[in-house]
């Protein structure tokens, strides 16, 4: 019996593992495309107004979408949609399914024509500062309205990547945004053949959100059909399982999004600064979401449906295995890549932005923000696998209360830091709050599923802060060679001094790894072994 059950969870710690490497490379896939998004906008509209305005406006349905869709609906949904399929069966599960995405239309759809009539109001609650810009406020308000549907759009395809995840699909979901990214540069470009006005480009821009909801929404509906779910087959919006969603979901709007709504306080404030604060955190907040994205929200996705399946049939010890390998092997990564992002910050900044509007003085701006982004970038990922626990769970109590208080100590932390550091200021507080969410969040998981090995989590990652440090080291000594300090850096030399620092940087860490025997790295080198050999 014993035997039977390590069986179990090694099985789903591959299946989290490969799992977590599909997402993760077709997040990769999708994260490249957003960069070349962002080096557009950034190229056609810097860091002034227009900018500004954008990315405030198009922060408020992204928000929803993280309430709404991603941030509680998703989340909520997976166990219940896992427990259904269980216990009723696949053709009741089916049946929920339908029922969640019918209801999800309606409701999403009301919410976006309040959105639209709320525009001006929600924009003053956003933003207050552009209150004295009558030029700004509009365009925002404007901006905001042509893009508040893209809030439905978006929420019913967070529900089909919830179902087709535990169906075990995890590709096509998390290469959709690539459609997103290709409309988004598709749409300025177009536009720009036919007018040189930034105020027609950016309305361009907000157009082809609206296409990239389609699209993407448009890519999931055929594998749903291939995985046995009908749409035309009858069915009401209520099923009686929806009680359990609804209940679950309330608490985690606010419990799942707590980064997002970070973010949005650090936009409210940075509305306050001098122009150009809001687009600074904006870019740097991108570059951190690339790891974020790849590897942490890559776990969390894969890790949920295993994790509901051990919390449905009452397995604590494989839960608690489950959460520690993907908690260590989310920490992994993480770790170097926040201590790469810190070390090469300055020319991957350069790199990627610097044309166009966007010029010497706002680089450096974006990439000092860059700096204190990342050193929140563990606890970023470490929180959303913890969430990721409570909510298979079923407990949404807990990660509201943490977030609640993580909110407050954001608030707190921004208004006071903001001053001294200006946006620095408020990325950090972004950091500290995180981490703040996660101790809390730790402490409690630790008393309600005691059965975690923490030991072993705090050893792998220790030796991954080790294994870290060289690379750093190794790093900097790089870049000092390729990439002379205080220069005007052509893109080529900025090119190859980032390739070299990023391939040395992992050929030093991978030896450090392998030398201190990291459990995660000898985990990862047996998939890729497996995954050649299927080739």
């Known amino acids: 019996m014993h035997s039977d059950t390590n069986h179990q969870v090694k099985s789903e710690n591959r299946n989290v593992t490969r799992a977590a490497g599909v997402v993760g490379v077709a997040t990769l896939l999708s994260r490249v495309f957003g960069y070349l998004r962002d080096m557009v906008l950034a190229s056609f ?32 949904f997976v166990p219940v949609f896992t427990e259904t399929l269980l216990k009723g069966g696949r053709e009741d599960g089916f049946r929920l399914a339908v029922s969640a995405l019918k209801l999800l239309l309606v409701c999403l759809s009301v919410v976006s024509i309040i959105g639209v009539v709320a525009a001006p109001t929600l924009i003053q609650a956003v933003a207050p500062g552009f209150s004295d810009l009558p030029e700004k406020m509009g365009l925002t308000v404007t901006l905001t309205r042509v893009m508040f549907p893209y809030v439905a759009l978006i929420g019913l395809v967070a529900l089909c990547m919830g179902i087709l995840n535990v169906l075990g699909h995890f590709a096509a979901p998390a290469i959709a945004p690539v459609l997103l990214n290709l409309a988004m540069i598709g749409a300025v470009f177009a536009v720009s053949r036919f007018s040189d006005s930034e105020t027609v480009q950016v309305m361009g821009l907000a157009g082809g959100v609206l296409l990239g909801g389609v699209l993407q929404l448009a890519l999931q509906l055929p594998y749903l059909v291939k995985h046995g779910v009908r749409f035309w087959v009858r069915s009401g919006l209520w099923h009686p399982a929806m009680k359990k969603v609804g209940i679950l979901m309330l608490p985690t709007i606010f419990g799942a999004a707590v980064y997002q709504i970070n973010l949005l306080v650090g936009t409210l404030l940075a509305s306050l600064l001098p122009e150009g604060s809001v687009s600074y955190l904006y870019y740097a907040d991108r570059l951190v979401q690339f790891p974020l994205g790849i590897f942490a929200q890559a776990a969390a996705t894969a890790v949920l449906p295993s994790l509901s399946r051990q919390a449905a049939s009452g397995d604590q010890a494989g839960m608690g295995d489950t959460f520690g390998h993907a908690m260590s092997l989310v920490l992994f990564i993480t770790i170097p890549a926040m201590v790469g992002l810190i070390v090469l910050r300055d020319p991957i900044v350069a790199l990627l932005f610097k044309r166009g509007a966007f010029d010497a003085q706002t680089t450096r701006l974006t990439s000092d923000a860059l700096l204190y982004y990342a050193l929140g970038l563990w606890a970023f990922a470490a929180v959303r696998i913890v969430v990721s626990t409570f909510y298979a769970m079923q407990d949404t109590r807990t990660p509201v209360k943490t977030a609640t208080i993580s909110i407050a100590a954001n608030i707190l932390l921004g208004t006071v830091l903001m001053g001294p550091m200006k946006h620095c200021g408020l990325a950090l507080a972004t950091s500290l709050a995180s981490m703040v969410n996660l101790v809390l969040l730790v402490v409690v998981l630790r008393n309600k599923l005691g059965v975690i090995r923490w030991r072993l989590i705090f050893s792998s990652c220790l030796k991954t802060l080790t294994a870290s440090g060289l690379m750093a080291l190794g790093v900097v000594m790089t870049c000092r060679l390729l990439i002379p300090p205080e220069t005007e850096t052509g893109s080529l030399r900025l090119l190859a001094g980032i390739s070299g620092g990023i391939v040395g940087g992992i050929a030093i860490f991978s030896s450090a790894a392998w030398m201190m025997k990291v459990p995660e790295w000898q985990k990862v080198m047996v998939l890729i072994r497996r995954s050649l050999n299927r080739s």
């Open 45 to 76: 509209f810097g860091a002034g107004m227009t900018a500004d305005a954008f990315i405030v406006a198009f922060r408020i349905p992204n928000l929803m979408r993280r309430l709404f869709g991603e941030g509680s609906l998703s989340i909520a």
